[in-house]
């Protein structure tokens, strides 16, 4: 067989329960409601074992599926996966084209398993490059899962946090010079509606697989208060048990979004106004100066 042939050839999907494996019992209030991960390390794997980088993505697929699955039985609502960058273009023409026709083999063959669970497939990225037959099976899978109510699986592909942020800009930009949108009414929910996914939940829990500890452009600024994990593990040894140990790590964490809460008992004077002036900085900058 080719390495092109072998490449391309159907992995079984995963059993949604794989029987003896539970998840840990976490109170719901405890538990991430949107995991973003970062499948790193396919490349490395592979190479370790002296096989092809695209072997590492090959073997990858099958864990994407177990982590949909262990992220079902948890009780996630909503899972992000980072499958291809817009920085990914930079990678050989090889394994670029190997990862867009693999991510159309995926989505062509995984479709109806996903649909089975009832995952509900979203593409979140932008269009400029991207292959119109990869686009093409992203809006199928879409369309035959768009009725589904379990967890809704983003897959970024294309994808780029300073793009997406750029891409607003400009979207908002356009709807203010044509009269559609008022510039003094922009707030951080304007710029929520004009991203790629405007009904994606914050990030809660951010995991990162192949041991580098960076976000590499990846949902900026929906993972903006998320709690990081990262694992020594490749992606294609991350599987769905993994998964449920960050999730128990999630747990364990305080999030305190900027705010945070005196542990020690004193008394503390009300108010937090500037006691020299009664303008505030949003005061200022709505008189123009
Ligand atoms: C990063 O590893 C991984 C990717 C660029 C692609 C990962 C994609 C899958 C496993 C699943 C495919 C799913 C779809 C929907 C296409 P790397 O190549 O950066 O590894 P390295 O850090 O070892 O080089």
């Known amino acids: 067989m080719t390495d092109v042939a072998r490449d391309m050839t159907v992995e079984a999907a995963p059993p949604l329960h794989r029987p003896g494996l539970t998840p840990p019992v976490l109170p719901a209030a405890s538990l991430p409601r ?5 499948m790193d390390g396919n490349g490395r794997w592979a190479n370790a074992r002296g096989l092809p980088r695209t072997e590492g993505h090959r073997v990858g697929e099958a864990n994407m599926l177990d982590v949909a699955a262990g992220a079902i039985e948890i009780g996630v609502k909503e899972l992000s996966v980072y499958a291809f960058s817009t920085e990914n273009w930079r990678r050989s023409p090889g394994e670029v084209r190997f990862i867009m026709g693999f991510a159309r083999k995926v989505l062509r063959v995984q479709r109806d398993v996903l649909n089975s669970w009832n995952v ?13 037959s990869v686009l093409r099976e992203l809006r199928e899978a879409e369309r035959v899962t768009a009725d589904n ?24 930009a356009e ?14 929910k304007t710029i929520q509606r004009y991203l790629y996914s405007p009904t994606m939940r914050d990030v809660d829990l951010f995991i ?13 600024w929906s993972s903006s208060y998320a709690e990081l994990y990262f694992s020594p593990l490749a ?44 303008e505030t900085e949003e005061s200022l900058h709505r008189d123009g100066q």
């Not at 990162?208 to 900026?220: A, H, I, P, Y």
């Open 175 to 188: 709807d203010v010079a044509a009269g559609r949108l008022k510039a003094s009414s922009i707030n951080e």
């Open 120 to 132: 509900r497939l979203r593409w979140v990225g932008r269009t400029p490059r991207l292959w119109k």
């Open 34 to 38: 949107h995991v973003a991960v970062v």
């Open 235 to 278: 992606w294609p040894d991350f599987n769905r048990t993994e998964l449920w140990k960050a999730c128990e790590a999630y747990a364990g964490r305080e999030r305190r979004y900027g705010g945070a809460v005196d542990k020690v008992l004193h008394e503390e004077p009300t108010g937090a106004e500037d006691p020299e002036g009664d």
């Open 208 to 220: 990162r697989t192949g041991d580098e500890q960076r976000t590499s452009n990846f949902l900026m």
């Open 149 to 172: 109510t379990g967890l809704v699986l983003n897959l970024c592909i294309n994808y780029g946090g300073r793009a997406e942020i750029a891409d607003a800009t400009r979207a908002i």
